[in-house]
């Protein structure tokens, strides 16, 4: 069995404590020892890594991930790819997610039925790199909901399924578990951009919601909703969702409904898309103006409120900013650090909590990944830098001067590196 030795770091270990010097040993896929301060890990016959200084922390893990969205403008632009080009592309893009830090990816939709699946089965298979994966269906969605692109007398497509009736709903989701996902992802609220399903929409009804619900728990995967306004995020909630997107326009009641689900469910607002939507889109033809017009300035100053509302009531909160279009390209992901850290006030010690400790709970891997810690996965990053200083660090990846995923090397080390950054 392989065994590493980082030696020389500091060890950030994604549980909220200050970090501390220490070594720590990899043996197969997990980590085997931590020694804090002047103790020594293990020697044996290790490969022996001296992190000069550098921070040795858990790998990250994207809460809202689309590796199959080709950063077009439009959705429909994203229909119009061929499934051999398109498997292509989201095999690169799982590739440069892990190049960017990401060792675990919770998936918020495919753009095709099984795109996810075998990617997910490949990276597994050793086949091609790439992080962990949790392979979620596409968009399942009503008749004039988010992701309905049709137009009548043209083909169109994108990331939607569209469904009506409990039926057709249930019939969908188990075809997709049978294709193998593991998480299926519904549309009951609308979004600002679609004009005949805004925001503040609640476009799929309950017995809906329960269809797929229904079908999720027989067979133990999991629910994940695109829930902007209240009334989706307490349907899904009643259903038994665990995943809630956005949450952004909650009430009193959601907010009441949420904390006390807070247990077993994650949210992820996934505000990087807001963000770039609002103040980045200039050169897709999406001024500021426009974007205020349609509504997303009022829908993120209500998410900030909404969120810091539900930190106070000790929701788990975490980082995935629904990266993939045209202004917010996949790659950046770890912006949304930086954007817990301006918007919701956390440290960025939280965030990186919220990135790591919490993702492996929402991996459902709580007891084994996400922490730097003897007896977890070895998926570690080392970074040429202090992060819980200035979380934007993370955004770089050439300041990720190692990435390890599952005990193997992504990314190795350049020895000579660190060294002549010193010098200078
Ligand atoms: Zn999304």
Wanted: aromatic content about 4%.
């Amino acid at each position: 069995m392989g065994r590493i030795l980082f030696a020389n770091v500091r060890v950030l270990d994604g549980n909220g404590g200050a970090p501390f010097e220490g070594e720590v040993l990899v043996e197969g896929n997990r980590i085997k020892q931590v020694a804090r301060d002047r103790a020594r890990a293990e020697r044996g016959n290790a490969e022996l890594i001296d992190g000069q200084g550098q921070t040795l922390m858990p790998g990250l893990v994207e809460a809202h991930a689309h590796p199959s969205f080709a950063n077009t403008a439009s959705l429909e632009a994203l229909g119009e790819i061929p499934p051999e080009e398109h498997t292509l592309l989201a095999m690169k893009h799982v590739r440069l997610l892990l190049d960017h830090g990401f060792t675990s990816l919770c998936c918020a939709a495919a753009a095709k039925p099984r795109l996810d699946v075998v990617i997910r089965n490949a990276i597994r298979a050793g086949d091609i790199p790439g992080p962990r994966m949790l392979a979620a269906s596409p968009e399942l969605t009503v008749t004039g909901g988010l992701g309905d692109v049709r137009l009548k007398h043209l083909h169109r497509d994108t990331f939607a399924i569209v469904c009506d009736g409990p039926e057709e709903f249930r019939r969908v989701a188990r075809e997709m578990c049978r294709e193998g996902v593991d998480i299926l992802k519904i549309n009951p609220s609308g979004d600002n951009f679609v004009p005949f399903a805004l925001a503040q929409h609640t476009v799929m009804n309950e017995w809906e919601i329960a269809a797929v619900c229904e079908v999720a728990r027989s067979r133990g995967k999991r629910v994940a909703t695109h829930a902007r306004s209240a009334e989706s995020v307490k349907l899904s909630l009643r259903q038994g969702c665990e995943i809630i997107y956005h949450a952004t326009l909650c009430d009193g009641e959601a907010l009441d409904m949420l904390e006390a689900a807070k247990d077993r469910i994650f949210v992820a607002p996934t505000l990087g898309v807001t963000h770039a939507t609002l103040y980045e889109a200039g050169p897709w033809g999406v001024s500021e103006e426009m974007a205020t017009r349609f509504g997303l300035k009022h829908e993120l100053e209500m998410a900030v409120a909404n969120l810091k509302e539900m930190r106070r009531r000790g929701i788990r909160i975490l980082p995935g900013g629904d990266y993939g279009f045209a202004w917010n390209p996949i790659g950046r992901n770890a912006r949304d650090l930086e954007h817990f850290v301006r918007y919701l006030d956390m440290t960025p010690m939280q965030a990186i909590e919220a990135a790591t400790r919490l993702g492996g709970q929402l991996m459902q891997q709580g007891e084994e990944l996400g922490q730097v810690k003897a007896g977890y996965l070895a998926d570690l990053l080392l970074v040429d830098g202090q992060p819980e200083r200035d979380v934007t660090i993370l955004q770089d990846k050439d300041r990720l001067t190692a990435i390890l995923k599952d005990g193997q090397f992504h990314k190795r080390p350049v020895p000579a590196r660190a060294a002549v950054r010193a010098a200078e």
